[in-house]
C-alpha cells in the first residue's frame, strides 16, 4: 500500500512542481538576455529616484521661467509612458534588432510622446513593418495609395500622469 500511495503522489508533486510559474514572469516564459550586456544599464533605484526628482524640480524651474502653463501648453511633456511587454517583443523579434531607440516627439496637440524603433548592431535605427495590417489587401506589384512606406515606429504608452504606479 505504501509503495501505490508513493507512486499516486510522485508524478503529482513532479506535475504539480513543473507547471509552476517562475517568480515575477506571471506564466510568461522569460524572454533570455545577457546579463553582462544588461548590466551595463544597471543603477541602484536610489539613482533613478535622484534622476527623477532631479527631473521633476527642473521642470518646475523651467514652467516658473516661462509664461504661464506655456510649457504645459507647447510641451505636455509626461513623467513617463508604459509600453507593454508585447510592444517590446515586436521591436526585439524585427530582424537583426539589438537594441530599442526612445525618441521624444510632439504630436499636433503639443502633447510629447515617446517613440520606439528597433536598433541594429551598429546602433542605426531599423524602419521596417512592425506589426501586418491584416485588414489590408495587398497586391502584388502595386503600392497602397495613401501609404509611403510600410514601416512603422511604437508609440501610444500608457501616460504618467494621470495613470502611475511607480516606484520612483
Do not use: W
Not at 548592431?121 to 502595386?142: C, Y
Request: with cysteine.
Amino acid at each position: 500500500m505504501k509503495h501505490q500511495s508513493i507512486r499516486i503522489i510522485l508524478p503529482i508533486i513532479l506535475i504539480m512542481v513543473m507547471t509552476q510559474c517562475t517568480p515575477g514572469t506571471h506564466g510568461d516564459k522569460p524572454i533570455p538576455f545577457d546579463r553582462a550586456k544588461a548590466s551595463l544599464h544597471v543603477i541602484p533605484i536610489e539613482d533613478a529616484r535622484a534622476y527623477r526628482k532631479g527631473f521633476v524640480a527642473g521642470k518646475r524651474e523651467l514652467q516658473a521661467k516661462l509664461p504661464a502653463n506655456y510649457l504645459d501648453s507647447a510641451f505636455n511633456l509626461p513623467d513617463a509612458e508604459l509600453f507593454n511587454r508585447d510592444a517590446f517583443a515586436a521591436l526585439l523579434n524585427v530582424k537583426g534588432a539589438r537594441g530599442i531607440r526612445i525618441y521624444l516627439g510632439k504630436d499636433e496637440k503639443g502633447t510629447v510622446r515617446m517613440i520606439l524603433l528597433p536598433t541594429d548592431s551598429a546602433g542605426a535605427d531599423i524602419a521596417t513593418m512592425l506589426i501586418a495590417n491584416e485588414k489590408a489587401v495587398h497586391v502584388p506589384g502595386i503600392k497602397s495609395a495613401n501609404a509611403q512606406s510600410d514601416a512603422q515606429a511604437m508609440e501610444s504608452g500608457q501616460r504618467c500622469p494621470p495613470l502611475c504606479k511607480s516606484a520612483l
